[in-house]
């Protein structure tokens, strides 16, 4: 059973930012994103986060008896984390899921192929994450963890959805906007508003033929804390 | 992972559609189908045997010298059967295209929620086909009494081909009841909600699945005789809902058969089984009586 760990960037992979069609778009074939059924539609089933809570419930025993009913040798489930590159916690969290889950699973053979979805300019799959090393403590155990330095990554489909483009480009401006608008005397009223906000004008100015990304941010950052103002607060013009 | 396990007889056609349907499930799991024939002709036998190559399933098939009848069909299926999970469609009738993702989907929740599955089955809804008429959607109630349900027949039917459920569940029951050539899910079904087991609907009010019923060739006599046998093996849960709700069930065994016999062009029958269905619970009967009339 092969199982596929997406591990990544919270402003990328959250369920409100990309659709599981969208993520499909740079998995391989076999890929499907693993649904947890015993979530409503719109809790988002896809949020794989919510395995990491697993005090005193039956989430995982579900989960692996989903995997192992679900997975054959053509489906390989995919199983996404958004922060578990963000803190050590959560990457250590990921590492007890496994653990856990071995036990529903049975004595079969779990390869984690570990997949870093980050975007640069446009550009495809990088290289493996610096927490990697926390999934090492598993080598021992009937999970088979494979040897993460040396996994071949496969590259990404060019065709990148375009929201996870905006969202990335969004993510890595958010603190540059921040400085317009405190600037302008503001600040934002959360940085998700704020992020959704790039992210929309990205995906607007890509739509009509620009390209942000290749802009100077600088200057384009001021006139999108201009219009936020604007648009907002009434106080600019 | 998952076993399906088909009866076929005498109807490879009606197999080839049945295979297709599993084909076309949008649940991607391991799948086996095991088809065993129960004595068809030969020429019949050689057409199944050219469908089953043809598929792209999975298949296992098992062939029975002589016709044995479903039960004992059903009983060597089931020893076959070695998956975790097991769903059974007989040749002849169809499953939508989410029907086992759904159940499965349910499963899920039922192990989220502390179940223990080898203590439930997951039915469903379907679509009800008389040959020759509308497509009529039937749902299957799974809130109240079970048992009583089953006995009545209206809210909840026992149909095996609407279950998914694990292979041990299905083991606990212990076999079908070689002596009844008919009925043997509604039988089947009586021993599970009695020995403790409770059936799941998945929560979808859309049919998963289509069942193409007939009358035509079956003997009415046969059939209540199977009622019969049931209510007899089942006597003390059936007793369990007094003598009113006994009566009742009598008559309404009388109405089916009834109906087998007018299908059946056996109009002396039928009369027989209304007569007794008089007998058994007047009020019940005229109250059919007077629906039949309004319905023309």
């Given at each position: 059973?092969?199982?596929?760990?997406?591990?990544?960037?919270?402003?990328?992979?959250?369920?409100?930012?990309?659709?599981?069609?969208?993520?499909?778009?740079?998995?391989?074939?076999?890929?499907?994103?693993?649904?947890?059924?015993?979530?409503?539609?719109?809790?988002?089933?896809?949020?794989?986060?919510?395995?990491?809570?697993?005090?005193?419930?039956?989430?995982?025993?579900?989960?692996?008896?989903?995997?192992?009913?679900?997975?054959?040798?053509?489906?390989?489930?995919?199983?996404?984390?958004?922060?578990?590159?963000?803190?050590?916690?959560?990457?250590?969290?990921?590492?007890?899921?496994?653990?856990?889950?071995?036990?529903?699973?049975?004595?079969?053979?779990?390869?984690?192929?570990?997949?870093?979805?980050?975007?640069?300019?446009?550009?495809?799959?990088?290289?493996?994450?610096?927490?990697?090393?926390?999934?090492?403590?598993?080598?021992?155990?009937?999970?088979?963890?494979?040897?993460?330095?040396?996994?071949?990554?496969?590259?990404?489909?060019?065709?990148?959805?375009?929201?996870?483009?905006?969202?990335?480009?969004?993510?890595?401006?958010?603190?540059?906007?921040?400085?317009?608008?405190?600037?302008?005397?503001?600040?934002?009223?959360?940085?998700?508003?704020?992020?959704?906000?790039?992210?929309?004008?990205?995906a607007f100015m890509s739509k009509s033929g620009m390209r942000p990304s290749m802009m100077n941010p600088d200057k384009l950052l001021e006139s999108l804390a201009d219009i936020y103002v604007n648009?907002?607060?009434?106080?600019?013009? | 992972?998952?076993?399906?396990?088909?009866?076929?007889?005498?109807?490879?056609?009606?197999?080839?559609?049945?295979?297709?349907?599993?084909?076309?499930?949008?649940?991607?799991?391991?799948?086996?189908?095991?088809v065993m024939d129960d004595g068809s002709d030969k020429e019949e036998l050689a057409h199944a045997e050219k469908v089953i190559l043809n598929s792209a399933l999975k298949i296992e098939f098992m062939?029975?010298?002589?016709?044995?009848?479903?039960?004992?069909?059903?009983?060597?299926?089931?020893?076959?059967?070695?998956?975790?999970?097991?769903?059974?469609?007989?040749?002849?009738?169809?499953?939508?295209?989410?029907?086992?993702?759904?159940?499965?989907?349910?499963?899920?929740?039922?192990?989220?929620?502390?179940?223990?599955?080898?203590?439930?089955?997951?039915?469903?809804?379907?679509?009800?086909?008389?040959?020759?008429?509308?497509?009529?959607?039937?749902?299957?109630?799974?809130?109240?009494?079970?048992?009583?349900?089953?006995?009545?027949?209206?809210?909840?039917?026992?149909?095996?081909?609407?279950?998914?459920?694990?292979?041990?569940?299905?083991?606990?029951?212990?076999?079908?009841?070689?002596?009844?050539?008919?009925?043997?899910?509604?039988?089947?079904?009586?021993?599970?909600?009695?020995?403790?087991?409770?059936?799941?609907?998945?929560?979808?009010?859309?049919?998963?699945?289509?069942?193409?019923?007939?009358?035509?060739?079956?003997?009415?006599?046969?059939?209540?005789?199977?009622?019969?046998?049931?209510?007899?093996?089942?006597?003390?849960?059936?007793?369990?809902?007094?003598?009113?709700?006994r009566r009742r069930s009598h008559a309404k065994a009388d109405f089916v058969a009834a109906r087998f016999a007018e299908n059946n062009k056996r109009p002396l029958m039928a009369l027989k089984f209304?007569?007794?269905?008089?007998?058994?619970?007047?009020?019940?009967?005229?109250?059919?009586?007077?629906?039949?009339?309004?319905?023309?």
């Amino acid at each position: 059973m092969e199982l596929i760990l997406v591990i990544g960037d919270s402003s990328l992979l959250l369920p409100r930012y990309i659709t599981i069609p969208e993520l499909h778009e740079f998995l391989p074939e076999q890929a499907v994103v693993f649904e947890m059924p015993w979530y409503s539609r719109t809790a988002g089933r896809y949020y794989h986060e919510r395995l990491l809570e697993f005090e005193a419930d039956r989430r995982l025993e579900a989960a692996s008896l989903a995997l192992e009913v679900e997975s054959s040798g053509d489906h390989w489930p995919v199983l996404i984390f958004p922060s578990a590159l963000d803190s050590q916690v959560m990457a250590e969290r990921v590492a007890a899921m496994l653990r856990q889950m071995k036990t529903h699973l049975g004595s079969r053979r779990l390869t984690v192929h570990p997949y870093r979805v980050t975007m640069t300019d446009m550009a495809a799959i990088t290289e493996p994450p610096a927490h990697f090393a926390v999934f090492q403590t598993l080598r021992n155990e009937e999970i088979v963890i494979s040897d993460l330095s040396s996994i071949r990554l496969t590259p990404a489909s060019p065709n990148i959805p375009g929201s996870m483009a905006a969202n990335q480009w969004a993510s890595g401006n958010l603190s540059s906007f921040c400085k317009h608008l405190e600037r302008r005397g503001l600040s934002p009223e959360s940085h998700d508003r704020a992020i959704s906000l790039l992210a929309e004008r990205h995906a607007f100015m890509s739509k009509s033929g620009m390209r942000p990304s290749m802009m100077n941010p600088d200057k384009l950052l001021e006139s999108l804390a201009d219009i936020y103002v604007n648009k907002f607060c009434g106080l600019s013009g | 992972m998952l076993d399906v396990l088909i009866p076929h007889y005498n109807d490879a056609a009606a197999l080839d559609m049945t295979l297709q349907s599993i084909e076309a499930q949008s649940w991607k799991g391991k799948l086996r189908a095991i088809v065993m024939d129960d004595g068809s002709d030969k020429e019949e036998l050689a057409h199944a045997e050219k469908v089953i190559l043809n598929s792209a399933l999975k298949i296992e098939f098992m062939k029975s010298p002589e016709n044995r009848g479903r039960p004992v069909t059903r009983n060597k299926l089931l020893a076959a059967a070695d998956a975790r999970f097991i769903a059974w469609l007989d040749a002849g009738d169809v499953w939508y295209k989410h029907k086992l993702q759904d159940q499965f989907n349910t499963i899920y929740q039922c192990v989220y929620a502390g179940e223990d599955l080898n203590r439930i089955w997951v039915t469903c809804n379907y679509d009800w086909q008389w040959m020759g008429r509308k497509r009529r959607k039937v749902t299957q109630t799974t809130s109240g009494d079970q048992l009583k349900n089953l006995f009545v027949g209206d809210r909840l039917r026992a149909y095996l081909w609407t279950l998914l459920g694990t292979r041990e569940s299905f083991n606990l029951v212990g076999g079908f009841d070689e002596r009844l050539p008919r009925l043997q899910d509604l039988d089947y079904f009586i021993s599970f909600v009695r020995g403790g087991g409770r059936l799941v609907n998945t929560g979808q009010s859309e049919p998963l699945c289509c069942y193409f019923k007939s009358d035509v060739g079956r003997n009415a006599q046969e059939i209540r005789d199977c009622y019969d046998t049931i209510f007899n093996k089942h006597g003390p849960a059936l007793g369990r809902y007094g003598h009113g709700f006994r009566r009742r069930s009598h008559a309404k065994a009388d109405f089916v058969a009834a109906r087998f016999a007018e299908n059946n062009k056996r109009p002396l029958m039928a009369l027989k089984f209304w007569l007794q269905a008089f007998g058994s619970d007047p009020r019940y009967a005229l109250y059919r009586t007077k629906t039949s009339l309004q319905k023309g």
